[in-house]
């Protein structure tokens, strides 16, 4: 409970969804199998701890798309490049111990998610600190921005990164529409 109260207060600061869109300005079924954070070997006293949970990035995008059926919205599919986006910046939320969907000197996520090389036309991003994925997933499915990121049938490759750190889980959910790549006339094959 303590860390659905600090992820809701967290959520009142910078660290709501982020969506944004063309012409649009950038706004800010739980399950027996359950992702534990991984036991480090070695930590160093000098710096934080922080485990990459690839089970927990798993189980985001499973939870998401078992949801997207149940609102008859078609599935998410994993871009590879989306989730070392979204995992590039969960870093950074660890490094800073804090959530953000921007931090000075790095690009807003349109940029960002366009630096991964897909043909994009919209993006939308979730970030959230909880126990776990479920509960991370859970609490994001309460709030309506991040609910529609997740729902919004417009977006067709996400990218999800989850990272422990000092016991909490920390995840960033990077959605995309990919469109495709239009070619000049010139540069069609005949």
Known sequence: MLWVMMFLL???????????????HAEGAPSAQRS??????????AMPSSAEDR??????????????REAGVPPLRAAEILTE?????????????????????????????????????QAGENV????????????????APHRQNLLDPDFNVAGFAAFW??????????????????LPASKRQR
């Open 55 to 68: 089970a927990a990035e798993s189980r985001l995008l499973e939870l998401a798309n078992q949801r997207r």
């Open 128 to 143: 959230a600190l909880n126990a776990g994925a479920e509960e991370a997933f859970e609490a994001l499915m309460q709030s």
């Open 36 to 45: 534990t954070q991984p036991t480090p070997k070695l930590l160093s006293a």
């Open 85 to 121: 986006a979204a995992r590039t910046h969960a870093r950074l939320m660890v490094q800073r111990e804090q959530l953000s969907h921007q931090f000075d000197g790095e690009p807003s996520l349109m940029p960002r998610l366009r630096e991964s090389g897909l043909h994009i036309n």
């Open 165 to 182: 750190s000092h016991g909490r889980l920390y995840v960033v959910q990077d959605f995309a529409h990919e469109s495709p790549e239009i």
């Open 10 to 24: 967290a959520m009142a600061g910078n660290a709501g969804a982020q969506a944004s869109k063309p012409a649009a």
